[in-house]
């Protein structure tokens, strides 16, 4: 039987209802903060990159036709594929990829002048080929993910 004692009741076991139910709702919040902190975030299979696409200083006439820099972000070279389209029709002109010493493809190539076997931050890949001035499409691809499609006007 609660007794009155001051402002609370106490029962005949001498803890109040109201301090019962205080323990067991803090009792539930750490056994879901301790089930919550055991959880990880969902592993994407992938990093995600930053690229810039843009046209070369240098005129086409000179064989300099687009650079692709490596804002953050890594490729294995073994698993990078460039794609060249023509932006007006979408016809396909190339496909390079990596054959040890450069990204070469029928058209375009660039030389691979890095030791770590990997396109990664900072890296610069300078894309020669015999192109003509005009838009195109290029995609630089992940395996068989695409990584970043964008149009560049080659002059």
Known sequence: MAKRLGKFYRDDEGISEVVGEFIILILSIVLASSLVATFKPPDVGYNYHKIV????????????????VMLSGSIKYSDLRVVLRNA???SLIDSAVYDGYAVRGN???ANVSDIDSSFSTGD???FSGKLDEGEYEVFVVDENKVVVDMFIKIN
Do not use: C
């Open 53 to 68: 696409i843009r046209d070369s200083k240098q005129p086409a006439s000179t064989g300099q036709v687009f650079d692709i």
């Open 107 to 109: 058209v375009i190539m």
């Open 88 to 90: 007006t029709d979408g």
């Open 124 to 126: 610069v890949l300078k």
